[in-house]
T-cell receptor, first 113, second 109 residues
Framework: DTAVSQTPKYLVTQMGNDKSIKCEQN?????MYWYKQDSKKFLKIMFS???????INETVPNRFSPKSPDKAHLNLHINSLELGDSAVYFC????????????FGQGTRLTVV | EDQVTQSPEALRLQEGESSSLNCSYT??????LFWYRQDPGKGPEFLFT?????EEKEKERLKATLTKKESFLHITAPKPEDSATYLC??????????WGAGTKLIIKP
């Protein structure tokens, strides 16, 4: 069983569209994350979600919003997609926010055309 | 400002040629330093956590060490399957995780 799974793996869409990426973890972890990895391979945290507490990286545009229906799921919604949103997005989870041995999903390569 | 710098950006070694990767950091209140391995097209995979200066961790051909300013990932007698990008991250006192840009390691048979 995959510990952290995210779908889809690839997403190609036009500018201006709204899209979602889903993430699920079966590890029983309390904290989940969304990361963006740009073309230079830099990982930047976008959100962390711990026991219904959302911590937002202030540099993330408000077009991006996380939605957590329950502790095992953290989905990422993106409105009005822009060319600069093209990147690989990773979902991750860890036991709690102070224990950062995170497990990552396989990534979603988003291409905005 | 918290910062993590990894060097070199890329490292090519022959199989069996030992070397070290560097991760230097400035952080307000280090909670932990983490090493991850990332293969192409995959998410990062956890390797080690180091919490205090002087601490060392080992796993197969890898050994991570920590000082107050930097961490080293030593690779002993590497094999081609050790080829990957190695990422370093530090967690500060506010639980923020800051990542380095990684070192791409290529081991030639």
């Amino acid at each position: 069983d995959t510990a952290v799974s995210q779908t889809p793996k690839y997403l190609v869409t036009q500018m201006g569209n709204d899209k979602s990426i889903k993430c699920e973890q079966n590890l029983g972890h309390d904290t989940m994350y969304w990361y963006k990895q740009d073309s230079k391979k830099f990982l930047k945290i976008m959100f962390s979600y711990n026991n219904k507490e959302l911590i937002i990286n202030e540099t993330v545009p408000n077009r991006f919003s996380p939605k957590s229906p329950d502790k095992a799921h953290l989905n990422l919604h993106i409105n009005s997609l822009e060319l600069g949103d093209s990147a690989v997005y990773f979902c991750a989870s860890s036991q709690d926010r102070g224990y950062n041995e995170a497990f990552f999903g396989q990534g979603t390569r988003l291409t905005v055309v | 400002e918290d910062q993590v710098t990894q060097s070199p950006e890329a490292l090519r070694l022959q199989e069996g040629e030992s070397s070290s990767l560097n991760c230097s950091y400035t952080v307000s209140g280090l909670r932990g330093l983490f090493w991850y391995r990332q293969d192409p097209g995959k998410g990062p995979e956890f390797l080690f956590t180091l919490y205090s200066a002087g601490e060392e961790k080992e796993k197969e051909r890898l050994k991570a060490t920590l000082t107050k300013k930097e961490s080293f990932l030593h690779i002993t007698a590497p094999k081609p399957e050790d080829s990957a990008t190695y990422l370093c991250a530090v967690q500060d006192s506010n639980y923020q995780l800051i990542w380095g840009a990684g070192t791409k390691l290529i081991i030639k048979p």
